[in-house]
């Protein structure tokens, strides 16, 4: 029966992706997160540094809602280990900690059906049988426009050592957009770390530079967030924010 | 004295051990292969040692052969949850497996295991070295092999704790750390003295054992 439902989604991923691929065509689609007015200096292929240069502006004619960060991040909630059944994930704790420091733009990645389960035990699953079938779950909506930004911040949960398989589906989407950039790698975990999430980033979007990744336990950045918010401000300052 | 191919066997498992420890390190997929590996070996060892199964019903329990055959009996079981665990949970080379719906369940016992079967089997190599041991003291510097035992032994207690084996067998870390890129062969040294602990506790129980059992 679950098995069913399995290639059901899969089915229905793949119709999704069959028309996110004829309608995106070779280019982006225009964004309706976070508009922003002056797109001009954007054009200009960005420096390639590990983001000491990205919020210094260089820009002129920056609305007061620019930015050329964006946060990116996978998150889920329900039933997650050690931290009961929440209604707010862990990464996406911490990925508004980055957005509220950095001033970045969110995005979050959102599976296009409702095929991840909210208890822990069936997740993990479907996270299993995904990674086994080295998956490509569709995800829903239009990813802003990417050349917006100069640095994008990507993060997730560690499942089973990698990233799951829906961001390799966002990674391959937009692998040409990506690729120029600063990618900056933060995954949740309770132990894992941060499982070679910057390596497989990097084999992922080749081309792109990928800064140093942090690693947060899901547990603190649910129960200890003072504690995990100082660490992210740390991590910020170090990569030049 | 052993045979030839039996101490093969067992040199085989024991230099695999670690590189299976190493996990991500060495590749997923070797690390599918190793296992597999192991416990092929791990079963022509079990075949080639039979007599002790048919002994286990017979004769005299001393304490000395109580720790053995607990000792024994609790890596049997570890030898057969780690591999089944594994294979049922491959993602390389067993695929053909379908996924059952207790895979969080098979990763916490794949998790454990392995941190206590390689302390236990550390041991089991140790109490079996005892008449090696003994033949060492003809050697000509024992008192040097028996000094650098200690030295490494002693780094092997900081090592254990530094690869956080302390929280994986109490359960307290239930997922592994492996630093991605990490070079491989400080990690073995780490690895090896672990090993070289507890198979130095291992022989220094036997012996002790031994003398108990004598002096009853």
New interface residues.
């Given amino acids: 029966m679950?098995?069913m439902k399995n290639i059901l989604s899969a089915l229905l991923a793949l119709v999704m992706i069959l028309t996110l691929a004829a309608c995106a065509g070779g280019g982006q689609t225009s964004g309706t997160v976070a508009e922003t007015e002056s797109r001009i200096e954007n054009m200009t292929a960005p420096s390639g540094k590990t983001g000491s240069d990205t919020l210094s502006g260089t820009d002129e004619t920056a609305a007061p809602s620019e930015s050329k960060t964006l946060v990116v991040y996978f998150s889920r909630t329900g039933e997650q280990?050690t931290v009961g059944v929440i209604d707010k994930g862990n990464t996406a704790i911490v990925a508004e900690m980055i957005a509220e420091k950095t001033g970045a733009d969110l995005w979050e990645v959102l599976p296009v059906d409702d095929h991840y389960p909210m208890t822990?035990?069936?997740l993990?699953?479907v996270a299993?049988?995904e990674?086994?079938d080295n998956a490509r779950p569709a995800y829903k909506g239009t990813v802003p426009d990417l050349s917006e930004y100069d640095t994008v911040f990507i993060g997730a949960p560690?499942w089973?050592?990698d990233w799951p398989m829906i961001l390799y589906t966002f990674f391959e989407q937009n692998r040409d957009a990506l690729g120029g950039k600063t990618l900056i790698p933060f995954s949740t975990?309770?132990?894992?770390?941060?499982?070679?999430f910057?390596?497989k980033l990097g084999s992922a979007v080749p081309g792109a530079t990928v800064g140093k990744g942090l690693a947060v336990r899901g547990n603190d950045a649910q129960n200890r967030q003072d504690s995990v918010r100082e660490s992210v401000n740390i991590w910020l300052k170090e990569l030049g924010f | 004295m052993k045979s030839r191919l039996r101490i093969f066997l067992d040199i085989a498992m024991t230099v695999l051990m670690p590189l299976l420890m190493a996990y991500?390190l060495v590749g997923e997929t070797a690390h599918e292969i190793i296992g597999s590996v192991i416990f092929i070996l791990f079963i022509v060892h079990h075949i080639l040692n039979r007599k002790w199964y048919g002994a286990v019903c017979k004769g005299r329990y001393t304490p000395r052969r109580i720790f053995q055959t607990v000792l024994n009996t609790a890596l049997f079981v570890f030898m057969i949850l780690q591999p089944v665990s594994g294979i049922l949970?491959s993602?390389h080379l067993y695929?053909f497996i379908?996924?059952l719906?207790?895979?969080?369940?098979l990763?916490s016992v794949h998790m454990i295991v392995p941190y206590w079967g390689y302390v236990l089997l550390s041991v089991h190599a140790g109490t079996h070295l005892l008449p090696l041991m003994s033949k060492m003291k003809k050697a000509p510097l024992p008192q040097v092999l028996f000094c650098a035992d200690i030295l490494i032994s002693g780094y092997g207690v900081y090592a254990f704790i530094k690869r956080g084996f302390p929280?994986y067998m109490s359960g307290s870390?239930?997922?592994?750390?492996?630093?991605?890129?990490e070079p491989l062969v400080p990690f073995f040294l780490d690895y090896i003295a672990v090993m070289v602990l507890f198979a130095s506790l291992g022989t220094l129980t036997a012996y002790l054992l031994h003398k108990f059992t004598k002096t009853r």
Avoid at chain 2, 101 to 105: L, S
């Fill in positions: 679950k098995h280990y822990y035990s069936a993990t699953d299993k049988k990674q086994n560690v089973w050592g975990h309770e132990g894992s770390g941060l499982s070679g910057d390596r | 991500s949970l993602k695929t379908p996924i719906p207790v895979t969080a369940a990763r929280g870390t239930m997922f592994a750390f492996f630093n991605a890129g």
